[in-house]
């Protein structure tokens, strides 16, 4: 998960996963945090309908871009990353004290004192940009959702909405007499949803349309408008040929087509699952993968190993590393369908190609190599600006935790599939 230039360095922390799988999840955030970028300019979301939101909170100091140049506005975001930039528009300055002056108790269960988010949590908290849930947890990798996002949005400018009678948009859902309908009334009456599209209740919002929402509301407040009067933006689809393939480029980086032209009925191997991978030569098919509901802790990681296998770091198409990861021992206590799933990753060879289908798209990627490293070795995972990499991960050898077995892919080929 992409982070948007947290305030400081996180230590890695080595979390022991069981008997069979071991991934260091305090390497995810540090990570994400050293994909930090300096320049201004989004080059993936210039001529789209986000540029105008991303230059707005760029010129704010709230937003930043990845080394690639890229701002990935089709990326999913989490409820840490997007409260950053919401505190950074709304309460920097109590952001600033509370990274001076370490809480002594965490607030939520789940938001440790020392974590990069914390100030950030404690700042929206005392702001009443954020409330937690019931179990008195603030769930920080969890992804955004569309009520949320308004929520937290409209929370941070003192709004509170109108509960009476849910006002209908075609641009958005709403419900009558729920907690977020009085947020959606507000956003519908605000013009603060972009024209373009439909958002869902339940649905995770991205990055682009997370940050044209508060680009609105900040313009509204600022100017002191009743309702965002700005241009709407025009439907637009880039459209390219199904056999154009990744180009590399002198410097060794890879250029990743944004999406190719949508074929009249699904290729071979593409899913109608959100994410799921396909690998030919291990015989496995659509197999579901599943980002941590909570990345930043050991009972998290494992969780969709029940599904599947679990997805850690970049997207596909973000232009970063992308670790899939899985077991490959199986014990009497894992009853998953899913306990030997990389048992045989071995056996992929150079040239070998991997398919992932995620958001709508079919990435096609090239095995170049494969090895075994100790468990305690992370430099596989460091963003080097090389471009993007898919690495599947698993404990090596099987029913041993000593090693780690990993197998490089490079991106080749893209469809869109809707």
Known sequence: MPIDKPSKKAKILHFPMYRNIQVFVGFFAILAMARIAYAQEFSDASGTPYEAAFTYLSNKGVVEGYSNGHGLP??????????????????????????????????????????????????????????????????????????????????????TGNSQGAQLSPYIQNRDNEWFTPYINAAVTKNLIMNLGRLELGQYITRGRFFDLLYRLDKVYTEGSVSYGGPEPAQYITAQPRSQIFAVQPSGSINVPQSTSVPAVLPQYASEQYFAVSMPTLSITDLTITHPFDPFTPDGVLQPLQQGVGHLFGYPGGGGKIMIYGHSSSYPWDVSNYSKIFRQANKLSAGDRIYVTYD???????????????????????????????????????????????????PVNVVALR
């Open 360 to 410: 709508g798209k079919l990435y096609t990627y090239e095995v170049t190599h494969k090895h075994a490293v100790d468990a305690s070795d992370t430099s596989q995972f460091q963003d080097n600006g090389s471009g993007e990499e898919l690495i599947l991960y698993t404990c090596w050898p099987p029913d041993s935790i000593s090693q780690r077995y990993l197998v490089h892919a490079l």
């Open 74 to 159: 089709n990326n999913l975001l989490n409820r840490a990353e997007a409260l950053k930039v919401v505190a950074g528009l709304r309460v920097a300055d109590r952001v600033d004290w509370y990274k001076k002056n370490a809480v002594p108790l965490p607030l939520f269960r789940d938001v440790a004192t020392g974590t990069w988010y914390t100030p950030y949590v404690e700042a929206g908290f005392e702001a009443n940009i954020l409330t937690g849930y019931p179990d008195q947890t603030f769930r920080p990798a969890n992804y955004l959702t569309v009520e949320e996002a308004i929520a937290m949005a409209l929370r941070a400018y003192g709004e």
